[in-house]
Each structure stands twice: as C-alpha cells, then as structure tokens.
C-alpha cells in the first residue's frame, strides 16, 4: 500500500518543519459551480422564453460581471470578517493570560483531561505549555474556540472566487459569443463537462470517487439549469 508521506524520523521533522499554507479550494469550486450555474441558468431561461440569442449575450455578460463581483466581495468580507474575529479571540486571551494566569492555566489543564493525561504527565504538559505566551494563546485558540491556526487571505479568497466564476461562467457564453449553430446544445454540452470536471477535481480532497464526486457536482448544476429553463419555458408568453 502506497502512503501519502513517510513517517522516518527526517521525514516527519521536514514536513512539520514546513509553513502551513491556507487552502483556497473552497474558493475556487465556489465560484466555479456558482459561475456556471448562474449564467448557464441564464441561457436556459432565455431560451425557454424563447427570446433573442442577444438576450442571452447581454445578460450573460452582465451576470459575470456583476454576480462574479458580488460574490467575490462578499467572500472576501466574510473571510475578512473570520481573519477579524480570529484577531479579536487572539487579544482576549494575551489579556486573560496577563490578569487571569491561573484561571488560564486551569482551563489548559482540563482541556488535557479531557484528552486523558493525568498525573505528572498533565501537570507536565501544563507546564510546557503555558511556559510560551504564544504556545498557550495557539492552543487556547484552537481547543477553546476551535479556531484554525492557519487563516485564508481575504483578498485571494475573494480573487480566487471572482476567477473561478468568470472561467467557468464564460463557458456557456461561448457558443453564443462565437455564433456557432445549434448554440444551446454546444453549451449544454460545454457546461455539463465544466460541471464533471470540477466535481472530478473536488474529488482530490475528499474520499469520494473522482468519477462520483463529477456525477454529483454535474447532477447539482443539470438540476438549477433545468429549472431555469422551465421557469422561462412557462412564462415565455409574458414577454
């Protein structure tokens, strides 16, 4: 059987020793799933009403532009706001540790406890921890609050969505933008392999299939869409 890493001493020193990189991944099947699904839902909605191909273009384009913006601003104020918060955690307990030290010490001591060190062994560990402000504020933050002790950057979470949505959002434009014939098959077509791909990448960090994990993403999008399409096939007498 195959591992993901080594486990030889020099091994296992190395890869500890190495800086903890934020994974920006959710961004960027967020935005992806989100930009194809929306302007995709777009196309289906024109073309059940039945409406010009230029419909299609123009509000295609709009949603990229302003629902790829959007989201991304909001991802980055919500990230900003987890950055913040993190932050703000952070300070309450360097001023716990300077007035309250005992009280902190004892909150240590049973959140090790609770992990079944008794003895000399948790007044050990208790000691150890609590003999580096920044050791004792890291574990406070991750075993009080269970915050990560890495956090995503608010900008590149917000760019990495924005880039996502406009890649894969343009995807059913496409077929519209380069006037080809029979437009809404090639972009059916088009966007249900965007759909597969990025639930296969997904896949990479989850125990899913990779064949499993596309199906699933492709099912979620065909689903939106088709709704779409029948919202605008029912109301294309309205226009």
Known sequence: MTLEHGHSAEEIRARLAEDRKPSYVRDWVYGGIDGAITTFAIV????????????????????????????????????KAEVDDHARLREIERKHIATAPEGEREEVRQI??????????????????????ETWIETMLTEEYGLSRVQRAPLLSGASTFAAFLLCGAVPLLPYLLGVESAFLFAVVMTAVVFFVIGALKA????????????????????????????????????
């Open 44 to 79: 289906a909605g024109v073309v059940g009403a039945a409406l010009s191909s230029k419909v299609i273009v123009i509000l295609g384009l709009a949603n990229l532009l302003a629902d790829g913006f959007s989201m991304a601003a909001s991802n980055y104020s919500g990230t």
């Open 112 to 133: 090790l406890q609770a992990k079944g060190l008794s003895g000399d062994a948790l007044e050990e560990a208790v000691a150890a921890i609590t003999s580096s402000d």
């Open 204 to 239: 990479r960090w989850s125990l899913a299939s990779w064949w499993a994990s596309g199906l699933e993403t492709l099912s979620v999008g065909l689903l939106a869409a088709s709704a779409s399409f029948a919202v605008g096939y029912l109301l294309r007498d309205l226009v």
